[in-house]
């Protein structure tokens, strides 16, 4: 292992194989929560958090259990058991310590716990057979191409709310369609590693 | 197969989901907020239907509000009477309970009454109804247009559309909630005290020349009902005649006089004054005070009411020092 393969896995996690627009993973929040780059922002933290700390353990859980005793059918479960005890934890500390960014995140806070994102990252981790380190530095590139992708469509919805939309389009058909464009433009990313 | 496959996955499951629970538990203590209970308390007293007709998104957020002192314990239009009275125990303040209201739709113009302008075959609504041809098919233009965007917007049932294509709200089921007024194009719906039954049914607040041609249940501003009142609780405002509910003592007088019928009222609920003749000392001030001299009586001698000219208003059970007149 060498720090030019962990930069490589960074890069490509962030733009090549962004976890929202190239694997289409936690669409559901990136939907949801898309309105103001703010709220965006706080939601990126919150799922960066999330996928920092769900590899980890995964990664321990996977090795240390369920590798041990055979039972890796068992992975799904496990994980998501996992990852919902870390949201919980996420949505006590948001809610000691930002009240407003609770309000705003609303049921979409809870709803990491499903968010593929998430669940996706982990069980990556496991099938690319990446190690500790590389588990980490492929959850930080998710989280931080997911938190990029989640603020720069909050950032061209909150212009698209000034902006002269037809008015069938207005809302989230042209959010879709912006998502899509954005997804295209990502495109342009394959091949970088 | 062997039984560890069966132990192990329980076990290791069953281990992971002990360790996580009990660090949750742990987090939970350390950070905790701490939430007024009265708040929880209040959300627990409040109806629950989350209408925001209080005003402000949702019963918790209300419950909040009330519970920081920003809100008054009887904003909540849905509860009524008694959730003011629960939500001021929770709060240690007193309150002073409010007369419960409900909607009424003031227009009994249905289609044999009110005459059509034209025929309507468009989206079966009043907004979009009432775009069309100037206000919508019917003649009058202030009349309630029947097609229901009221019913569908009440979430506890209580709009009904009756024969004739008019909107009736079900006194019992409605709430005060507003919903209706709000959506309401024609702002035919008005609050109402809910023990009122004389109310005025007519909104055209036009000239009763063009008002007769155009509808005959119609308030024809003839202002019979103003010199029939007893009390002086009908008033005159661009061309409608208005009770003042304060003043009014469902006596139905106008109701009888009103040549259109344009004021409701049932009749059947009239009351009579009955004199108790063990208490009459005769001291003929009831006798004074009825407005129909519907009393008889010497002075010192047992009054009598007499039945056909009791209107029922209740001026001398007010009045009488003794006590010996009630209202049937």
Known sequence: MNISSLFVILISAILVNNFVLSRFLGICPF??????????????MAVTFVMAMASIITYLVQILILDNLGIQYMQTIAFILVIASLVQLVEMIIQKTSPTLYQSLGVFLPLITTNCAVL?????????DF???ESI??????????????VLFAAIRERLELAHVPKAFKGFPIALITASLMSLAFLGFAGLV | MNIESIIY??????GLGLVFGAGLAYASQKFAVEIDPRALAIRDALP???????????????????AEGKASVDGCPVGGPDCAKALAEIMGVEVDVKERRVAKVICNGNKEKCKDKFDYHGINDCVAASMVGGGGDKSCNYSCLGFGTCVRACQFDAIEIVDGRIAKIIPEKCTACGKCIEVCPKDVIDMVPYEQSVVITCNNKETGKIVRKKCEVACIACKICVKACPFEAIDFKNNLAFIDYEKCTQCFVCVEK????????????RKKAIIDDDTCIGCTICKKHCPVEAIEGELKGKH????DKCIGCGVCEAKCPKKSIKMN
């Open chain 1, 137 to 150: 530095f492929h959850a930080i590139g998710a989280a931080i191409g997911f938190s990029l992708a989640i």
């Open chain 1, 120 to 128: 996706g990252l982990t069980i990556l981790n496991i099938s690319q």
């Open chain 2, 304 to 307: 009598k009411i007499l039945a």
């Open chain 2, 48 to 66: 629950g239907a989350n209408c925001g007709g209080c005003g402000v998104p949702g019963c918790d957020s209300f419950a909040k509000l009330v």
């Open chain 2, 9 to 14: 996955p329980i076990a290791s499951l069953g």
């Open chain 2, 258 to 269: 009103c040549p259109t019928k344009a004021i409701e009222g049932d009749l059947e609920k």
């Open chain 1, 131 to 133: 190690n500790m380190i």
């Open chain 1, 31 to 44: 939907l949801g929560v898309s309105k103001q780059v703010e709220t965006a922002f706080g939601m990126g």
